[in-house]
């Protein structure tokens, strides 16, 4: 562990980064973090748009604490990862939503190759949170438990009007281009929306240091590609359709923040738990956090929700609770 300090604390880091190829064509970048102790279960981590899986350090040595192998992979166009048909900012020329759950697929497959017998998590954050509901219903028998953390599966008619808008943006710029219009409708406009107007980053956290963080971070804030932001569309209404593919009895872990604008301040997660439900899913988790904005792992109410986390984790994966 690294004795770097930030602000006068220590900054987290993964134990191990490493590589490998995965059946999509990608060079995957993933950190990994040993479970601490007897060891209870994998926690696959898939994280946001514009960001990378080393951000989640913090958060994996506290499960790791929990004894967790915790497992967090760059998604392609993101990070470290590389693969010839995606570059920064894209998934793929085509098929990207297949090949980014196919890149999880494989990641959850090699850690249960290192773990043989032990219960598989599936973490994500906003975009992490798309991907990891679309994986769940494609792969429901891949995974023990899911966790959708600070997504929006709702955006209704802004959401269709933003798909037309996209349509019309690839057919006059070309798909590998950053879209003009979707930064301004979303990142830009949360950001102006907090009250203390101090970045365009504001909206993530309430913690100043974490925005300064996001911002000085190279590998953080880039413009999404048109592609991308058509295929993350593309998963923000595919993953509910699909949720009736769930097992009923898979446990679901939902979290939100109160003041995330991402979400409707909450609202669109307390939509997915009542969709879930009404899906026939019977042990489905809501915590929408109060004076939280989108990155609740950041936010000042990291460590309880990372502890409340943790509490949930073990207690789906107990034997009585799940058979591996």
């Given amino acids: 562990m690294t004795g770097a300090m930030r602000e006068g604390h220590r900054i987290p880091k993964f134990a191990q980064t490493r590589w490998f190829d995965t059946p999509s064509g990608a060079h995957l970048a993933f950190h990994y973090q040993p479970a601490q102790g007897d060891a209870v279960g994998i926690l696959i981590i898939c994280h946001g748009l514009a960001e990378h899986s080393a951000r989640y350090a913090q958060f994996a040595e506290v499960m790791s604490g929990h004894g967790f192998h915790v497992y967090a992979h760059d998604h392609r166009g993101h990070g470290q990862t590389t693969a010839p048909d995606a570059p920064m900012a894209r998934f793929a020329v085509r098929d990207g939503v297949r090949k980014v759950i196919d890149d999880v697929c494989a990641m959850r497959d090699l850690a249960a190759a290192a773990h043989p017998g032990l219960p598989v998590i599936l ?16 792969y429901p ?13 709702n955006p ?30 979303t990142f830009r406009t949360w950001g102006r929306s907090m009250p203390e107007k101090r970045t365009e980053s504001d909206w993530l956290s309430n913690d100043p240091a974490e925005v300064d963080a996001y911002i000085s971070d190279p590998l953080c804030g880039f413009d999404a590609s048109i592609s991308l932001w058509i295929d993350l569309f593309d998963m923000t209404f595919r993953g509910p359709k699909l949720a009736e593919w769930l097992p009923k009895t898979m446990p679901v872990h939902l979290t939100g923040g109160a003041d995330d604008p991402a979400t409707n301040g909450g609202r669109e997660v307390l939509w997915l738990s009542d969709h879930l439900k009404k899906q026939g899913l019977s042990q489905v988790t809501t915590k929408i956090w109060p004076r939280t904005r989108h990155e609740t ?19 789906v994966l107990t034997p009585e609770a799940v058979t591996p």
Avoid at 123 to 138: K, P, Q, R, W
Avoid at 141 to 153: I, K, P
Wanted: hydrophobic share 55%; net charge neutral; no cysteine.
């Fill in 297 to 315: 792992l950041n936010d000042t109410v990291r460590h309880e929700a990372m502890a409340e986390f943790a509490t949930w984790a073990k207690a």
């Fill in 156 to 185: 209704g008619v802004a959401g269709r009007f933003g798909q037309v808008v996209l349509r019309i943006e690839k057919a006059l710029m070309g798909a590998d281009v950053p879209s003009a219009i979707l930064p301004r409708a």
């Fill in 123 to 138: 973490f994500g954050h906003s975009m992490g949170g798309l991907i990891a509901l679309n994986t769940a219903v494609d």
């Fill in 141 to 153: 028998d891949r995974f023990q438990a899911l966790a959708v953390w600070n997504s929006n599966f």
